[in-house]
């Protein structure tokens, strides 16, 4: 055999030796630059927070309704209504999640040179459905309520039971990253008054926010 077949063959045979590792380097790199998460996975959990005004935020005591603004009424240093809001959700599927929805709505001034304060809070379990999957969403909670109101150093507390309904508009900007407008009504029963303890409450709110959804 002549130099030039031999050097042909000896070729063809480390080409063949080396065919096997040069795939599975291939094969390796492919599984390096393989992205973690695909674009398309659902999203598995979310959790977001806002603040915004609150809207007539109001309490009824021995049948007689008072707003906020009324409590206020010629108070100084006084504060206008702010509502916060937060939730959590876990998903059930890709649309319906469930979890938590805090909230509360807030009012402070000084009456008569008195530091004062009238607060209502939720701590709810929460459902919220995203009929698209991305953007529009749909909210419901229910659980615990109290009414808090403090003048000077005396606070009066009174527990209940409440519910929510709202809706609202995640934009996503990247990412998870999410810039949520959102709208919501509540509504609180304390099971009966008396001079400080009020029947019910209600309050509605617009939160300007952000939500993660990973």
Not at 42 to 50: A, H, L, Q, R, W
Not at 64 to 86: W, Y
């Amino acid at each position: 055999m002549n130099t030039s077949k031999r050097t042909a063959l000896l070729g063809f045979f480390m080409a063949s030796l080396a065919a096997p590792a040069m795939a599975a380097e291939g094969e390796g790199a492919a599984v390096a630059v393989a992205p973690e998460k695909p674009s398309g996975e659902p999203t598995k959990m979310f959790i977001g927070g806002g603040i915004g005004p609150a809207l007539n935020p109001r309490y009824k005591v021995n049948g007689k309704t008072i707003t906020f603004s009324d409590q206020f009424q010629g108070a100084t240093d006084k504060i206008s209504p702010i509502a916060l809001s937060v939730s959590f959700g876990l998903a059930l599927n890709p649309r319906t999640f469930v979890g938590f929805e805090g909230s509360l709505a807030s009012q402070s001034g000084k009456i008569a040179g008195v530091d004062t304060r009238a607060q209502i809070n939720n701590y709810f379990a929460g459902l919220t459905y995203f009929p698209w999957e991305t953007g529009l969403y749909l909210r419901a909670g229910a659980g615990l309520s109290s009414f808090v109101s403090t003048a000077g150093s005396q606070t009066e507390s009174s527990g209940g039971l409440g519910f929510l309904l709202g809706a609202g508009y995640a934009l996503r900007i990247v990412g998870g990253h999410h810039l949520s407008i959102a709208y919501t009504q509540t509504w609180q029963s304390y099971g009966g008054s008396s001079m400080t303890k009020p029947d019910s409450s209600q309050f509605g709110a617009f939160y300007l926010g952000y939500m993660y959804r990973s």
